[in-house]
């Protein structure tokens, strides 16, 4: 059993920056894949980013691409998304996501096993 801890959300302009964290503790850690999930109000929780266990394997949402960058600090395994240039489509409560593999290749997040609490992104002018 891992556990995910989020922080490094907060206000920003239309145009700013912002970068979050992720730290999974737990027996097993190195064995998950992690990622990002963002949640709007009225709308479905979304994904935006993922790596894979080594950090050598990403992948991001199209809405974000070129925007956001996704990495993961070995052996600490914290997972960070820099988030540059943001929208106020952006604006929504981040989740940090882990999904266990049998592998070190990066696959689609569709069977989560852990969340985080989640972290409040606003952006407003």
């Known amino acids: 059993q891992v556990q995910l801890i989020e922080s490094g959300g907060g206000l920003v302009q239309p145009g700013g920056a912002l970068r979050l964290s992720c730290a999974i503790s737990?027996?097993?850690?190195?064995?998950?894949?992690l990622g990002w999930f963002r949640q709007a109000p009225g709308k479905e929780r979304e994904f935006v980013s993922g790596v894979s266990r080594n950090g050598g394997m990403k992948d991001y949402a199209d809405g974000v691409k070129g925007r956001f960058t996704i990495s993961r600090d070995i052996p600490k395994q914290t997972a960070t998304l820099q988030m540059n240039f943001l929208k106020p489509e952006d604006a929504g409560i981040y989740y940090c996501?882990?999904?266990?593999?049998?592998?070190?290749?990066?696959?689609?997040?569709?069977?989560?096993?852990?969340w985080g609490q989640g972290t409040h992104v606003t952006v407003s002018s």
């Open positions: 996501a882990a999904q266990w593999t049998t592998n070190g290749l990066l696959a689609r997040l569709d069977n989560v096993h852990e």
């Open positions: 737990g027996q097993g850690a190195s064995y998950y894949m």
